[in-house]
């Protein structure tokens, strides 16, 4: 209900843990989404059948930064690239496992060198808040940015005067690198 009441240029985006191409295709169609926002570890065949099945699917894959994986990472990128609209880079968190939403920021370097590497835009995330996503696109000079927890007021909802500083921000940053 929520998503068909959507008008462009606001979309629906699935955020899922699926990694089966077929799973998610329907799940998508189901919900009526036009973006998937993959943040399980999904097989490079699978992500290279979803976009056979799903061309029309703008498919956002996680880069789940950890201590010591930049060289898997970039790897990642080099054998996906063909079969992902977009990278979201997040940061991991080892007491939870969790590989998202866990308002962590990680080594800015590997985003940066991720960003370099990638033929597809690069979306940053991972602990993201309105004091910190100018210096973080400065750095790393990333497609667009996104924030989850530090966006969030103390009930855990999102804080309207926080994220329009966020944009404020993140704006401002963008403008300055050109
Ligand atoms: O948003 C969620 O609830 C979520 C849950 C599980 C995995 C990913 C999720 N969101 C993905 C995002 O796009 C977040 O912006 C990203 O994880 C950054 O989160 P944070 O570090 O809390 O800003």
Redesign the pocket.
């Known amino acids: 209900m929520i998503i068909e009441g959507l008008d462009a240029p606001h979309a629906g985006v699935l ?1 899922s ?1 699926l990694t089966d191409a077929e799973e998610i295709s329907d799940f998508c169609r189901e919900l009526g989404v036009v973006a998937v ?1 993959l ?1 399980g570890d999904v097989e490079t065949g699978q992500l290279r059948r979803l976009k056979e099945i799903r061309p029309d699917l703008f498919v956002l894959k ?1 880069l789940v930064v950890k201590q010591d994986n930049a060289e898997e990472l970039l790897r990642l990128v080099d054998d996906t690239h063909a079969f992902v609209d977009m990278y ?1 880079t ?2 991991f968190d080892p007491r939870t496992g ?8 990680h080594d800015w370097n590997v985003s940066a060198e991720l960003v370099r590497r990638s033929p597809k835009p690069l979306m940053m ?5 309105p004091e910190n996503v100018g210096d973080a696109i400065r750095a790393v000079r990333p497609a667009a940015v ?6 969030e007021g103390p009930d855990g909802r999102k804080d309207r005067a926080k994220v329009a500083k966020f944009v404020a921000e993140a704006r401002r940053a963008f403008d300055e690198i050109g």
Do not use: N, P
């Open positions: 955020i843990y926002q943040h996680s979201i997040d940061t969790a590989k998202g939403a866990t308002g962590l920021t995330a991972g602990g993201l808040h996104d924030a989850h927890t530090g966006l």
